[in-house]
T-cell receptor, first 116, second 114 residues
Framework: GNSVTQMEGPVTLSEEAFLTINCTYT??????LFWYVQYPGEGLQLLLK?????DKGSNKGFEATYRKETTSFHLEKGSVQVSDSAVYFC???????????????FGQGTILTVHP | GAVVSQHPSRVICKSGTSVKIECRSL??????MFWYRQFPKQSLMLMAT?????????EQGVEKDKFLINHASLTLSTLTVTSAHPEDSSFYIC??????????FGPGTRLTVT
């Protein structure tokens, strides 16, 4: 079945540091890939997405590239801010035609804390 | 666009009572809605998938008689936790989709059963 593995957290950084959160996946075909962010006590917000190999999703300074050859979708940001402190989830959506189409498979989440 | 709301945001109920949580897509028609449960510091666990006008499809291990899901229209789905017990206390999150692969999430409902 489909699965998503994220680097274990928590991750603690100083403001303006470089961020990488690793995400690898296992799936058949070409799933769509997502990064979601969850702030304390809130639901999930879509941060960025990529729907095919070599696509780069980007938003709010965050980037992730869909790497089919390494089955990865690592999240990066060049300079983090205190306001980026949150939980980040990598997820994939199964391809059309299967019984799991439309269902999201989530990684375990990575807690990011950014200090001033 | 693609806003999903949930009501209530927080609810406290007594053991043995039932609680209904609403999920609405505010600016789009959601052909499919999903219900998740999230335990503290953990990932989301998919409970069920519902398509408008049909019965929900529950994930393995989720009691369909305890977690009643109704998807009466293209903008509204409800989750009713029947005969709630303290172990049902959790954060419940819904999502809605109109594309078939991208989901938009509600802000979540914190249920506490005393």
């Amino acid at each position: 079945g489909n699965s998503v593995t994220q680097m274990e957290g928590p991750v603690t950084l100083s403001e303006e540091a470089f961020l990488t959160i690793n995400c690898t996946y296992t799936a058949t075909g070409y799933p769509s890939l997502f990064w979601y962010v969850q702030y304390p006590g809130e639901g999930l917000q879509l941060l960025l997405k990529a729907t095919k190999a070599d696509d780069k999703g980007s938003n709010k300074g965050f980037e992730a590239t869909y790497r089919k050859e390494t089955t990865s979708f690592h999240l990066e940001k060049g300079s983090v801010q205190v306001s980026d402190s949150a939980v980040y989830f990598c997820a994939l959506s199964a391809v059309a035609g299967g019984t799991s189409y439309g269902k999201l498979t989530f990684g375990q989440g990575t807690i990011l804390t950014v200090h001033p | 666009g693609a806003v999903v709301s949930q009501h209530p945001s927080r609810v406290i109920c007594k053991s043995g009572t039932s609680v209904k949580i609403e999920c609405r897509s505010l600016d789009f028609q959601a052909t499919t809605m999903f219900w998740y449960r999230q335990f503290p510091k953990q990932s989301l666990m998919l409970m069920a998938t519902s398509n408008e006008g049909s019965k929900a499809t529950y994930e393995q291990g989720v009691e369909k008689d305890k977690f009643l899901i109704n998807h009466a229209s293209l903008t509204l789905s409800t989750l009713t936790v029947t005969s709630a017990h303290p172990e049902d206390s959790s954060f419940y999150i819904c999502s809605a989709s109109h594309t078939g692969y991208e989901q938009y999430f509600g802000p979540g409902t914190r249920l506490t059963v005393t």
